[in-house]
């Protein structure tokens, strides 16, 4: 597992894996720079710094850039993450209920190009695509 420098997900891996998890911290340093005004440009990482928190991290597997490609394809197809919208949740279980219907599509219904399948079939969770239906069936079984 790696995370970015944000302190708080020390405690937080900690509570949800105990040591049983080969964990490290990816923190990216940038150059500081002056684009001028009226101009927005992202800085260039001068340095990253990989520090092994627990565990075993493969250094060869110590990377954000998995999260980071999620994070974007939420925000992407998600309209509550995108800045500027009224796709907004006003109450977190709306927020909550959206989110898991998001993720219950993407990982059973989408077919994934990459894989030719949906996430949870490559995982070997279920044999078939599923159907909204499905979906939605499960979800007031409880």
């Known amino acids: 597992m790696t995370t970015d420098g944000l302190s708080a997900y020390i405690g937080a891996v900690e509570d949800a894996f105990g040591a ?26 001068s340095e990253v ?10 250094p060869e597997h110590v990377s954000t850039s998995y999260v ?4 974007l394809t939420m925000r992407m197809q998600i309209r ?11 109450k977190m279980a709306n927020l909550k209920a959206a989110l898991a219907l998001y993720f219950a599509w993407y990982n059973f219904v989408r077919i994934h190009r990459s894989l ?3 996430p949870a ?22």
């Open 20 to 45: 049983d998890v080969d964990y490290a911290q990816l923190v990216k340093l940038y150059k500081s720079e002056n684009p001028g005004p009226g101009r927005y440009s992202p800085p260039k990482v």
């Open 49 to 58: 710094v990989s520090t092994t928190i627990t565990g075993n991290p493969d």
């Open 68 to 71: 980071e490609r999620q994070n």
């Open 80 to 90: 509550r993450f995108t800045r500027l919208t009224n796709a907004f949740s006003k």
């Open 116 to 118: 030719r399948v949906t």
């Open 121 to 142: 079939m490559e995982a070997g969770i279920t044999d078939h695509v599923w159907t909204m239906e499905e979906i939605l069936e499960g979800s007031t079984q409880n």
